[in-house]
């Protein structure tokens, strides 16, 4: 008899660690989540991600740090988003206005740019998925932010998923040694910098070649 529940414990803990082992399918990373106005304010760290927006692989390299600052606007479902980057050690700061509203952030003019948030067993991440359209041009982006610098190699995991499910090239991951960039530093119109640069199609021609020459000769 104590061999028969011996073997029956057994069996039970190989099922649930196989359960655990299981990854989550491509229908269950993708599916969007609820996500509060209230749980997006703060300040976020950009932890890495993908994308295929001309110039995102060289500059993904080049980026020491980027963190947004989110509050609420007086009106409505607007949010003010503050945006600072550091690349080689210069800063640089944009600020913008987004609708965020049913768990979708929303910009509808000059271009349109929607994003929902995904699945993640970070308690203090956000990992976005970002749809971007501009004239015949469309692109897409899938990112990873964080109320931290780090976060475990099993967050970064998922993320490398959630982009093989999308078909999507794998993330590149920030360094987290650099200090985020202070709040004294000039600002530019973030909406007005991203449609030049959507506008600018011989720009995205260089900078489709700078992500081609990144990919194939820098690790």
């Known amino acids: 008899?104590?061999?028969?529940?011996?073997?029956?414990?057994?069996?039970?803990?190989?099922?649930?660690?196989?359960?655990?082992?299981?990854?989550?399918?491509?229908?269950?990373?993708?599916?969007?989540?609820?996500?509060?106005?209230?749980q997006i304010l703060g300040r976020w760290l950009y932890v890495g991600g993908s994308s295929d927006l001309p110039g995102s692989?060289?500059?993904?390299?080049?980026l020491d740090s980027v963190r947004l600052d989110i509050g609420a606007a007086?009106?409505?479902?607007?949010?003010?988003?503050?945006?600072?980057?550091?690349?080689?050690?210069e800063c640089s700061g944009m600020r913008y206005n987004v609708t965020v509203k049913n768990s979708t952030m929303l910009i509808e003019?000059?271009?349109?740019l929607k994003e929902v948030y995904l699945q993640t067993d970070c308690s203090d991440c956000l990992v976005v998925?970002?749809?971007?359209?501009?004239?015949r041009d469309?692109?897409?982006?899938?990112?990873?932010?964080?109320?931290?610098?780090?976060?475990?190699?099993?967050?970064?995991?998922?993320?490398?998923?959630?982009?093989?499910?999308?078909?999507?090239?794998?993330?590149?991951?920030?360094?987290?040694?650099?200090?985020?960039?202070?709040?004294?530093i000039a600002t530019t119109d973030g909406i007005a910098a991203f449609n030049s640069l959507l506008e600018a199609k011989m720009g995205q021609r260089l900078a489709r070649l700078l992500d081609n020459i990144f990919d194939m000769f820098v690790n």
Request: glycine letters at 2%; charged letters at 20%; aromatic letters at 6%.
């Open 1 to 38: 008899m104590k061999s028969v529940v011996a073997a029956a414990v057994l069996s039970l803990v190989l099922v649930s660690v196989r359960c655990a082992a299981a990854p989550m399918s491509c229908e269950t990373l993708l599916r969007p989540i609820s996500v509060s106005n209230e």
């Open 74 to 89: 007086p009106v409505g479902d607007v949010l003010t988003i503050f945006q600072a980057q550091r690349i080689y050690g």
């Open 129 to 135: 998925y970002e749809e971007v359209k501009s004239s």
């Open 57 to 62: 692989r060289s500059l993904g390299r080049l």
């Open 138 to 184: 469309s692109f897409r982006s899938l990112l990873l932010f964080s109320r931290r610098r780090n976060v475990s190699a099993a967050d970064v995991e998922t993320l490398k998923m959630q982009a093989k499910c999308l078909r999507m090239p794998s993330p590149l991951m920030m360094e987290p040694i650099h200090e985020p960039c202070p709040d004294d």
């Open 109 to 112: 003019r000059p271009f349109y």
